[in-house]
């Protein structure tokens, strides 16, 4: 989540140098047109893990210089307990975080309206420049196992085992969620999903009253 704040961030003051850099030209020439691309930057959860590195170097020259510039985001929203030194956020022995800071990220991730909407996006097709049309689908399980609105980020790693962050939204206010270590994830946030749920009924009957 916090590479794809940065991403906007700097793709947004950047985008020309982005769209010139020699790798990502060969991106292109590989299967996507310019407006593809372009579209496929904008649509920030098409951008597969193993791309992040490319747009890294694109954005801020290095991949030192990107995580850099996530880090210094992250000390501005008060995420002090997390070091980015990845930018797709795989396991690296300098990177960690915790719950309550990518929490704060996610926070963060509501200011930016296409991020928010690509969570809410079950499924979408992207095409290559030969016409070869390409699958791509949410793995936020929440969006189809549930008539209320979940959206959020999955993720896994051997350290943090399943993880989520998200938001569940209640009425007129969304709660933002995140979860580490999960051993069964979807139950685990349908429970947290039933527990806000039910809090926000309690209060209104109570007020009724």
Request: proline share 3%.
């Amino acid at each position: 989540m916090s590479f794809f704040i940065t991403l906007v961030e700097e793709s947004d003051a950047h985008r020309r140098a982005i769209e010139t850099a020699p790798r990502v030209h060969a991106m292109i020439h590989k299967g996507l047109t310019l407006p593809e691309y372009r579209a496929f930057l904008r649509d920030l959860y098409h951008i597969v893990w193993h791309f992040c590195p490319i747009m890294a170097v694109a954005a801020a020259g290095s991949r030192a210089s990107f995580a850099a510039r996530m880090n210094r985001k992250a000390r501005m929203i008060g995420a002090s307990r997390s070091h980015f030194a990845t930018a797709s956020g795989l396991p690296a022995p300098t990177q960690y975080s915790t719950a309550y800071d990518m929490a704060l990220i996610m926070k963060e991730a509501e200011r930016y309206p296409f991020i928010v909407q690509t969570m809410k996006t079950r499924t979408a097709y992207i095409y290559s420049l030969n016409g070869r049309r390409l699958f791509l689908k949410n793995h936020n399980k929440m969006l189809w196992r549930d008539h209320r609105e979940v959206i959020g980020k999955t993720g896994w790693t051997r350290t943090a085992r399943h993880c989520f962050v998200g938001q569940i939204r209640v009425a007129a206010r969304n709660v933002v969620v995140a979860m580490l270590g999960s051993h069964r994830l979807w139950r685990d946030l349908r429970t947290l999903v039933d527990y806000q749920f039910g809090k926000s009924l309690t209060r209104t009957v109570n007020h009724e009253k």
